[in-house]
T-cell receptor, first 118, second 111 residues
């Protein structure tokens, strides 16, 4: 089945620095990717929708200047957390939609990236 | 998208069937019922989806009531690896593709 990877799986960074997380669709092309954030013991919250070749669409309350999203190719989207602070520590998950798949699943999720800001 | 209601937690004995309920009383005619699950510290995994007919695949069965106001996900022979949070999501298939995750049901399969 379709596979989505994320890199890195875990990252620890110091407060004030920026961190880039990659999301790749390994065996399909994804015109649309989604970025979610999940705090401990909470559900996934959609942060933004990433469309290849165009600007991302952010959900209400998500700072677009803080969470930079780039979807430069059909297989790669990146999320950059700029000037990270401890409250940005979270589990970041991406999903990708196979643009040719008219079938059931529609979205394939990555394994997630655990960000810890110290 | 219609709202769903799920019990916060359930227990099941290993080898037994796990029946996870979901209420979606405000579902509209063009909304599908999707089920995903999330094992601890992993990304969600698609399980099954349906519109009005019962569905079965290699992972589970989905039973949707005739009035479509509720559904049940059935794992026929639960294993310890099925311990996860199960999310029932109702949405129009092929719409903006956004998934709105509720709190889900934590299923714990006990040995």
């Amino acid at each position: 089945g379709a596979v989505v990877s994320q890199h890195p799986s875990r990252v620890i960074c110091k407060s004030g620095t920026s961190v880039k997380i990659e999301c790749r669709s390994l065996d399909f092309q994804a015109t649309t990717m989604f970025w979610y954030r999940q705090f401990p013991k909470q559900s996934l919250m959609l942060m933004a929708t990433s469309n290849e070749g165009s600007k991302a669409t952010y959900e209400q309350g998500v700072e677009k200047d803080k969470f930079l999203i780039n979807h430069a190719s059909l297989t790669l989207s990146t999320l950059t957390v700029t000037s990270a602070h401890p409250e940005d520590s979270s589990f970041y998950i991406c999903s990708a939609r196979d643009s040719r798949d008219r079938g059931a699943r529609e979205q394939y999720f990555g394994p997630g990236t655990r960000l810890t800001v110290t | 998208d219609a709202k769903t209601t799920q019990p916060p937690s359930m227990d099941c004995a290993e080898g037994r069937a796990a029946n996870l309920p979901c209420n979606h009383s405000t579902i509209s005619g063009n909304e599908y019922v999707y089920w995903y699950r999330q094992i601890h510290s992993q990304g969600p995994q698609y399980i099954i989806h349906g519109l009005k007919n019962n569905e079965t695949n290699e992972m589970a069965s989905l039973i949707i009531t005739e009035d479509r106001k509720s559904s049940t996900l059935i794992l026929p022979h639960a294993t310890l690896r099925d311990t996860a949070v199960y999310y029932c999501i109702v949405r129009v298939r092929g719409s903006n593709y956004k998934l709105t995750f509720g709190k889900g049901t934590l299923l714990t399969v006990n040995p």
